[in-house]
Nanobody
Framework: QRLLVESGGGSVQAGGSLRLSCRGS??????MGWFRQAPGQEREGVAA???????IYADFVQGRFSISRDNAKNTLDLQMNRLKPEDTAMYYC????????????????RGQGTQVTVSS
């Protein structure tokens, strides 16, 4: 069974922090990352990281988030700081051989999502 399971979402006030985690079971891919989707909005990539640790971030991140992965444990984390109300969305863990698939929210594998709500 191939699974990506997210945890760590929640509600915070603007300026606060959250750490999202994802654990993969039966899923390994060169790229892992996060994309998000707010109600009525298109999916948008947040960050992706390859197996060497090289990371890419969406422009809107602006240095506020940091992605990391542990290949041995098959886990992925996203540290989100200085959160803004516009960061409110469902966040999905993603895995795919291609970075573009993760960053466009169309990965081969994705989790069920974890909700992040940021209040002003």
């Amino acid at each position: 069974q191939r699974l990506l399971v997210e945890s760590g979402g929640g509600s915070v006030q603007a300026g606060g922090s959250l750490r999202l985690s994802c654990r993969g079971s039966g899923v390994t891919a060169y790229y892992m990352g996060w994309f998000r989707q707010a109600p009525g909005q298109e999916r948008e990539g947040v960050a992706a990281i390859d197996r060497t640790g090289a990371a890419i971030y969406a422009d809107f991140v602006q240095g506020r988030f940091s992605i990391s992965r542990d290949n041995a444990k098959n886990t992925l984390d996203l540290q989100m700081n200085r959160l803004k109300p516009e960061d409110t969305a469902m966040y999905y863990c993603a895995a795919d051989p291609l970075c573009a698939a993760v960053m466009t929210g169309r990965p081969t594998h994705r989790g069920q999502g974890t909700q992040v709500t940021v209040s002003s």
